[in-house]
């Protein structure tokens, strides 16, 4: 009787405990709580991180009115015109990474921090071939910006853009990456553009566009404007940023690398009956004395790729050769009659700048 006993007891204990996990687990007010209170995702996270180090910037510039004067009052001779940007600080030291555009024949360029700070900036560099320009403020505890590799940067990738559209500070906009690599959309020689459907409005040019995790993979720059063009808006790669605004802090300029090469041009091949290769452009010359001559590069070398990337033209060669400056190392992927090579230049100043 007394093992009857025990084993009704020890059943009913067990049975007890399965209840009660159940109830804990799976009760349905349980269920019913939850559903009510979701954890909602949200790129606030982001937001908060770049924040401090998005800046506002507002510029007066002096312009001569060339309009002739009408009337019995006398025009002024000038006229003052107020224009409004964003910028990305870079380093502690107060250096800021905006458009050129933005700032370009400025008489007087304000920045306004996140939290209001006023600060009057000096001119420190510009580059008009990709429409970056680098001022400076001198501001305690400054944020700056971490930056992203923009090489890893894909169509689809989720990027916000952060700026000052409209005197609205601190302003973000959500949407995707729609294209890499976009070139012919101005007359600069220099262009690779980062394409997202992400609003960037009149005052966002010089913000940050940046991924989910607050770092920057783009400096906002422009935006498709003809009729009907809607959510077509470009920024520049944050490499080629991080490239320029190093060259302007540096140098107070950017002062592009030279390899001494030349290539052979489209006509070239057709007139000259120089085969084209499948992948890769051919070096019709090397200058004497010059990076590529002292690497034992010939006339008629295939080059394929420069720093891993494919080389399929004179324009794609260009593009990645004026990405870089002075001092930087360059490794060239190709072939010749002996077979592939693999040879690494240090980009100099062109002979008729170093006089």
Known sequence: MKEYVVFIVRYAVIGLAIGFLYLMFFSPSQQITNSHNPSPFSYAPAIDKINPSVVSIYT?????????????????????????????????????????????????????????????????GEDSLTDLAVIKIDGNHLVPAEFADSDLVNTGDVVLAVGNPFGLNQSA????????????????????YIQTDAAINLGNSGGALINPLGQVVGISTA?????????????????????????IIEHGRVIRGWLGIFIVPETGHIIYNIPKPKNGIV?????????????????MDVITHLN????????????????????????LTGYDKTGPFEKTLTTELPPRASN
């Open 173 to 192: 906009s959500l949407g995707i990456v729609s294209a890499t690599g976009r070139r012919g959309l101005t007359e600069s020689r220099l262009e690779n």
């Open 60 to 124: 007066q510039s002096i312009e001569l009115n060339n309009a002739p004067n009408s009337g019995i009052s006398p025009r002024a001779p000038y006229t003052t015109r107020n224009f409004l940007g964003a910028g990305v600080i870079v380093s502690s030291n107060g250096h800021i990474a905006t458009n050129n555009h933005v700032i370009k024949n400025a008489s007087r360029v304000m920045v306004y921090l996140w939290n209001n700070e006023a600060y009057e900036a000096s001119f420190v």
């Open 283 to 299: 070096i019709s010359r090397v200058q004497e004395g010059g990076p590529a001559n002292r690497a034992h590069l010939k006339p």
């Open 308 to 331: 891993g990337k494919p080389v399929n033209s004179f324009e794609e060669y260009k593009q990645l050769l004026l990405s870089h400056t002075i001092g930087d190392q360059i490794t």
């Open 223 to 247: 935006s498709y404007t003809q009729m009907g063009a809607d959510g077509i808006n470009f920024a520049i790669p944050s490499n080629t940023t991080v490239q320029i605004i190093n060259a």
